[in-house]
Nanobody, 128 residues
Framework: QLQVVESGGGLVQFGGSLRLSCKASGYPFQHLVIGWFRQVPGKEREGVSLIRTNGNGALYADAVKGRFTISRNDAENIVDLQMNSLNVDDTAVYYC?????????????????????WGQGTQVTVSS
């Protein structure tokens, strides 16, 4: 059974940095696309970043481009999201999600419906 667990949230000051980690199990990790989404109360869950398989790069939301970096370590079944220059608009619950890569799928946009398994979420709070 595919499962993911996030870690690394917390409280940080404006302009600071945090690193979130996502560990997946239950399926060969190298075939998983891993995504990060975030949600604030009253709003839809939005895509932040995802990383494709086979070295095919990553996707970032416009709001985080240049500040967030996603990376994967297939040997350790981990994806990290390094978040720099954080601002108050980044405050949210961050969710990691995993999807089994489908042959031919380009993963050029975010859709929560593409993902098969979700973590419990980790709170990120940026203080001004």
């Amino acid at each position: 059974q595919l499962q993911v667990v996030e870690s690394g949230g917390g409280l940080v000051q404006f302009g600071g940095s945090l690193r979130l980690s996502c560990k997946a199990s239950g399926y060969p990790f190298q075939h998983l696309v891993i995504g990060w989404f975030r949600q604030v109360p009253g709003k839809e869950r939005e895509g932040v970043s995802l990383i494709r398989t086979n070295g095919n790069g990553a996707l970032y939301a416009d709001a985080v481009k240049g500040r967030f970096t996603i990376s994967r370590n297939d040997a350790e079944n981990i994806v990290d999201l390094q978040m720099n220059s954080l601002n108050v608009d980044d405050t949210a619950v961050y969710y990691c999600a995993a999807a089994v890569h489908q042959m031919g799928k380009q993963w050029r946009r975010f859709s929560k419906y593409d993902f098969d398994s979700w973590g419990q979420g980790t709170q990120v709070t940026v203080s001004s």
